[in-house]
């Protein structure tokens, strides 16, 4: 079956980095575009980045501009998200999910098919 499984997550101080990683299983990796979101309890599941399946296409949410990156192995089957500068309010659950669509980058989640169980992520001020 599919699986996405994220890691990489845990708690920092602000202005610190943590990379992320998610390993992707069940699907011919390459042929997705892949995606990462973050969810709080207050705030519904929002865009982050996006990456097409060969890597030469990125987008980004505004804020995280300059200091999230996303990239992607394909020889491995993984998406990573490194995140450096990091701000109290990037706190959150971040969630990988795989996009099917032959276009990138897709910023709404109904245009993934598949999604991990998320990583929490903590940034203490």
């Known amino acids: 079956q599919v699986q996405l499984v994220e890691s990489g997550g845990g708690l920092v101080q602000a202005g610190g980095s943590l990379r992320l990683s998610c390993a992707v299983s069940g699907v011919t990796f390459r042929s997705y575009a892949m995606g990462w979101f973050r969810q709080t309890s207050e705030k519904e599941r929002e865009f982050v980045a996006a990456i097409s399946r060969s890597g030469d296409i990125k987008d980004y949410k505004d804020s995280v501009k300059g200091r999230f990156t996303i990239s992607r192995a394909n020889a491995r089957n993984t998406v990573y998200l490194q995140m450096n500068n990091l701000k109290p309010e990037d706190t959150a659950v971040y969630y990988c999910?795989?996009?099917?669509?032959?276009?990138?980058?897709?910023?709404?989640?109904?245009?993934?098919?598949?999604w991990g169980k998320g990583t929490q992520v903590t940034v203490s001020s």
């Open positions: 999910a795989a996009d099917p669509s032959s276009s990138c980058c897709g910023s709404s989640p109904n245009r993934y098919a598949y």
